[in-house]
């Protein structure tokens, strides 16, 4: 049996009632941006080892074990979400597979070596924040949002660092800092391959990005077929529906 604490409470993760995720609306649940990335990663089904930076209560190390074997490490620099990220595997029973860490990212080397995963996956906050009078004043969510502890060089790094030559690396963010991203990855060695912009609906501007490259890799980049989550009546297109409900 697995504890909650305060205001946490067990979910499905998705339409997998096998499966469960402990969540908390003031410290962390999951959002859409990480069931697309673990949909769109590039991942071993077998053989492998796959990294997720910044890995929140674990959600995306959780969803890809439904589609591989390969051996999951999540990285968390939050203590309370870190230890929901250890229950969310004991509670789906996947010890074997799955493994969290508390720590900073860019502070992992030691613990986890260079250049030794296969894949590495990552959700970073997403906003820049010149001054803390932009903060979210849940401070769970600030850091889970705002680059606090890690900036997105560190984040593409930490990717490059622990990522084999020929690896993949993929990435969920918003479109405003594309150009952001591939300056980064080049300067890393990390060569895009794989673009997909995600559009609210149809007539909408894209609110998210989807970016994957290969470490020491050769330029040649596929922006592939725009992913659209709604309908115009609000319900989900056929290409979402498959994606979040499997």
């Known amino acids: 049996m697995v504890e909650l604490y305060d205001d946490e409470r067990t979910d499905y993760l998705l339409a997998n009632k096998e499966m469960k995720i402990i969540q908390s609306p003031t410290a962390f649940a999951f959002s859409l941006d990480a069931v697309l990335l673990a949909d769109f990663a590039s991942i071993p089904k077998k053989r492998g080892t796959i990294l997720d930076l910044c890995t929140g209560n674990g959600v995306i190390p959780l969803l890809l074990s439904r589609k591989t074997t390969a051996e999951i490490t999540g990285v968390e620099i939050q203590d309370r979400i870190y230890h ?16 969290m860490i508390h720590g900073d990212l860019k502070e992992m080397q030691a613990e986890l070596g260079q250049s030794s995963f296969d894949v590495v996956t990552c959700n970073p906050p997403y906003f820049k924040t010149p001054s803390k009078t932009e903060h979210n004043l849940n401070e769970y969510l600030t850091i889970a949002r705002h680059e606090v502890h890690c900036t997105l060089e560190d984040v593409v790094r930490a990717c490059k660092l622990h990522v084999r030559p020929g690896g993949k690396v993929a990435m969920v963010h918003r479109p405003g800092r594309l150009v952001d991203i591939i300056e980064l990855f ?7 391959k794989r673009i997909q912009f995600v559009y609210p609906k149809k007539g909408k501007e894209a609110n998210m990005l989807l970016i994957e490259g290969i470490r020491d890799g050769k330029a040649d980049i596929k922006i592939l077929p725009p ?19 499997g």
């Open 84 to 99: 929901m990220a250890e229950r969310n595997v004991q509670l789906n029973q996947l010890q074997a597979q799955l493994h």
């Open 186 to 192: 080049r300067k890393y060695k990390i060569e895009p």
């Open 227 to 245: 992913l659209y989550i709604y309908e115009k009546d609000g319900t989900y297109t056929k290409q979402a529906e498959e994606i979040i409900y």
